[in-house]
Nanobody, 125 residues
Framework: QVQLVESGGGLVQAGGSLRLSCAAS????????MGWFRQAPGKEREFVAA????????YYADSVKGRFTISRDNAKNTVYLQMNSLKPEDTAVYYC??????????????????WGQGTQVTVSS
């Protein structure tokens, strides 16, 4: 069982930055690919970014490419999402997710095993 706890959300003006963190329990963190997803009011959940267990490969949605950076510290059991040049359309609840041994299909939320409770990000114009 893996528990995920997100933090770092908040209110920021357009053009600003936030860094989200997701702390995981357990001793096999490096075996899990980690993903960030978001869900805005009235919209479906969408993929944001993912990173392999080793941290060697990262993947991004086109909408955030060049603005967001996903990273992980396996010694701290933590994955991060650095969000720069934020836009009002980035406003959503952001969730982290863990998937055991994933090597493909990161955009599909259905293949992840564990989810956090979410953290709200609000970008004002």
């Amino acid at each position: 069982q893996v528990q995920l706890v997100e933090s770092g959300g908040g209110l920021v003006q357009a053009g600003g930055s936030l860094r989200l963190s997701c702390a995981a329990s357990g001793r096999t963190f490096s075996s899990y690919a980690m993903g960030w997803f978001r869900q805005a009011p009235g919209k479906e959940r969408e993929f944001v970014a993912a990173i392999r267990g080793s941290g060697t490969n990262t993947y991004y949605a086109d909408s955030v490419k060049g603005r967001f950076t996903i990273s992980r510290d396996n010694a701290k059991n933590t994955v991060y999402l650095q969000m720069n040049s934020l836009k009002p359309e980035d406003t959503a609840v952001y969730y982290c997710a863990a998937g055991w041994g994933l090597y493909s299909g990161y955009e599909d939320g259905g293949i992840y095993d564990y989810w956090g409770q979410g953290t709200q990000v609000t970008v004002s114009s």
